[in-house]
């Protein structure tokens, strides 16, 4: 048989039927927009496709999609993931959580899905609120933050989402914002090629709780954001600012060129995605306001997936022992009879 053709597949055939419905002005429509798009581009095969979810606006996300789907419960969604994935290796598996969902009642469950290097594409919806249960904040939500749990102000210093990624073992971890779809289609391309767990912080607004959460960031793209590039220095504002490291570890802002107070571009850090932790790590600490906000992929490696090793150690436990016997395996070992006399044989 000859080598299979590349299924040809529109936008609209990874739409589903169902009413999309989000706020007005919500990221989650220019997301969705960019998943369909690309994945549609990229020729999946829908049967093969699958999106799973926990609990909060991101997570209607499922339904929305014309692939198969699950909308689970609170913060489960890489556990659900998890196990479908090491049952059905073949099957590409997507997971769209939010801060609050994967971040609090989910993190542990992120944690462990993301140090396995299952083979999962997690896309988190970052708005630092929380959305479907009408404002309270978030791991994420900076100190300060007015909420309905939070009348005077958050107290709580964030979490970083991209930190933690890269600290459990995220073998891809990248950043964009929901209004840069060019940006968002190209990680989403090469997260779908990684065979890995895949950690994809979108920075995304929610224009009734926390509207403009990200203006500063989004809006002002030359001076608060770093468009990482394979080989390149960090610049930014056009190249007349970049990153440098200073006295102990500590990155610093500097201008760039030549004359008083400047430094050539060749004192800058210059990206690679397959560098080390340390300098990763580095790159998870510059966020606002204090830095510009690195987007695009930061850090991947290859590494064996958990359902490649957990499905190799069954198929040689199979060939060393031979295929099991369940019955057999009731009756082994410390097993007994109850009698109706209640004697035990």
């Known amino acids: 048989m000859s080598e299979a053709v590349k299924i040809k597949l529109s936008k609209k055939d990874l739409e589903s039927d169902q009413d999309v419905r989000w706020c007005p002005g919500c990221g989650d429509y220019a997301i969705l927009a960019t998943v369909q798009r690309t994945l549609a581009t990229l020729g999946i095969k829908r049967e093969n496709t699958v999106f799973i979810s926990g609990i909060g606006c991101s997570s209607r996300f499922p339904y929305y999609m014309n692939t198969y789907g699950f909308h689970t419960i609170h913060g489960r969604a890489p556990a659900i993931a998890s196990g479908l994935k090491i049952t059905r290796p073949e099957l590409d598996v997507w ?153 102990g570890l500590v990155p610093e802002i500097v201008d760039v060129g030549e004359g008083a107070g400047k430094v050539p571009a060749s004192e800058l850090l210059v990206h690679t995605e397959r560098g080390s932790h340390l300098y990763a790590n580095l790159l998870a600490q510059l966020v606002q306001p204090k830095f510009p906000m690195p987007m695009g992929i930061l850090y991947r490696e290859d590494k064996p997936t958990y359902e490649m090793l957990a499905n190799q150690q069954v198929h040689e436990a199979i060939t060393k022992q031979g295929a099991g016997d369940l019955t057999k395996l009731l009756y082994s070992g410390m097993v007994w009879e109850v009698g109706a006399d209640g004697t035990r044989h």
């Open 95 to 247: 997971v769209i959580t939010g801060d609050g969902d994967g971040l609090s009642i989910g993190g542990n469950h992120m944690i462990h899905a993301l140090r396995r290097n299952m083979d999962l594409k997690i896309i988190l919806f970052n708005n630092q609120i929380y959305g479907l249960t009408k404002g309270q904040y978030s791991p994420t939500s900076q100190p300060g933050t007015r909420a309905p749990s939070t009348p005077t102000g958050s107290i709580d210093f964030p979490l970083n989402p991209i930190s933690l990624a890269l600290s459990t073992g995220a073998t891809f971890v990248a950043r964009a914002a929901d209004t840069d779809a060019k940006l968002m289609g190209k990680i989403l391309e090469e997260a779908y090629k990684h065979k890995g767990a895949v950690f994809i912080e979108m920075l995304q607004n929610c224009p009734v709780f926390n509207d403009g959460v990200w203006e500063g960031v989004k809006d002002d793209p030359a001076g608060k954001q770093i468009a990482l590039a394979e080989g390149k220095p960090l610049l930014f504002a056009g190249g007349t600012k970049g990153i440098r490291l200073g006295a």
